[in-house]
Structure formats: C-alpha cells, structure tokens
C-alpha cells in the first residue's frame, strides 16, 4: 500500500514571499491532516478536511495561510506572505475515517524562510 | 498549551537496556496513542491504548496508562540502536477527531 506522498521535500524561501505544499492521501482515506512541526516540539494540527470539507481549522492562522481538498483526494497548503517564524516541518497525514484513531504520516515538507 | 507532557526531554542508554519515557496529560481522554519519529522513516504510529485500558503489549513495547494519574508510560525493552528516534505521545483532546501532540522525547540508543 502506498504511503502518504508529499513535495516537496525541502523548500527554502525569502520572507513574504509565498509557497505552496502539496499532499496525496492514502487511497481511499476520507480525512486528512495538515500539521505544522516546529524543531524540538510536537506536530501541531493547522487543518483537518473530511472528505472535501473542513472540520476543524482553529489553529489556523488564516490571515497568511490557507489550504484546499478539492474533490476529496489530494491538498494543498500555502502560506502568503512567509514569515520567519513560519520555518518548520509542515506534515500531511490521512486517516479512514475523523473517528478512526490512527494517523499515516507522510514524509513532510521542511521549510526555511530566510 | 500542549496537552501532553514527556518527560524525560532526552534519554540516552546502551543498546540491550530498557528506555522509560512517560506522557503526563490535563484533561480527560478516549484513548492515548504513542508515535515514533526518526530521519528515515517520519512519524510512525506505535500503540494505541483506550481510557479502559491499564497495560498493553505490542512486540517490545509495553504501555500503561493511569487515568487517575492522567499519565501513561511507554517501555521499550532490550532496546536496539534501530530505536533511536523521537517518542511523542498523542490524546484525542479537545475532540474525538483531533491528536494533540505532546513535546516528545529523544531517546538515544548508543551501541
């Protein structure tokens, strides 16, 4: 069974300026999940879709990022204008189902802003 | 604030000795689940144990959870060098259908 695939890997930026991160869900997995890793602490959540609607987007800063799931499968996450703070491992996971405890995990997308 | 605590921070023992960590949390939960994070291979799930549960097993893994004490604890026994990575453990707070993660612990395993 194939994984959760992310790209890019690395990604280095200038502050203010944007980028965009993309994610493919293990097939056939309803929700998805986009955290933010900053070094030395733990994955924290930004968005979770069910399907191609959002169910939780609390801790979102929605006034410099923003993500889309269109048509259920695949997701996007992008960031306008970087931050220098915005530097951290940005994770995509999916799961069967929103009450279905276990998460997969992809590879992640590490960012740098400079 | 983060939901889980791990404690230690860092942990470092010799291949073939058993590593301790423990996961402090503050509010009630369903279930508590511990993921594994190294370099090579992301974040991985490990075990999952649900708020009725006291102990489960899962190959060298043994994990325990007081809710009256609001702590769990992962063992890893007869640890390998292969087990060197970040230990994080994970509540479903605030909602059934979201993971809040704790600060993690490194374990080194030296050979």
């Known amino acids: 069974e194939a994984g959760v695939a992310q790209s890019p890997r690395y990604k280095i930026i200038e502050k203010r300026q944007s980028v965009a991160f993309w994610c493919n869900p293990i097939?056939?997995?309803?929700?998805l999940y986009w955290y933010q890793q900053i070094l030395g602490q733990g994955p924290k959540l930004l968005i979770q879709?069910?399907?191609?609607?959002?169910?939780?987007d609390s801790q979102l800063p929605k006034d410099r990022f923003s993500a889309e799931r269109l048509k259920g499968v695949d997701s996007t996450l992008k960031i306008q204008p970087a931050k220098l703070e915005d530097s951290a491992v940005y994770l995509c996971?999916?799961?069967?189902?929103?009450?279905?405890?276990?998460?997969?995990f992809g590879p992640g997308t590490r960012l740098l802003v400079l | 604030s983060q939901q889980g605590e791990e404690d230690p921070q860092a942990l470092s023992i010799q291949e073939g000795e058993n590593a301790t960590m423990n996961c402090s949390y503050k509010t009630s939960i369903n279930n508590l689940q511990w993921y594994r994070q190294n370099s090579g291979r992301g974040l991985v799930h490990l075990i999952l144990?649900?708020?009725?549960?006291r102990e489960k097993h899962s190959g060298r893994l043994r994990v325990t959870l007081d809710t009256s004490k609001k702590s769990s604890s992962l063992l890893i026994t007869a640890s390998r060098a292969a087990d060197t990575a970040s230990y994080f453990c994970a509540t479903d707070w605030p909602s059934g259908s979201r993971l809040t993660f704790g600060e993690g612990t490194q374990l080194t395993v030296n050979p």
């Open positions: 996971a999916s799961s069967l189902d929103k009450y279905v405890e276990t998460q997969y």
């Open positions: 879709f069910q399907n191609n609607g959002v169910v939780d």
């Open positions: 144990i649900r708020s009725n549960e």
């Open positions: 097939s056939g997995h309803a929700t």
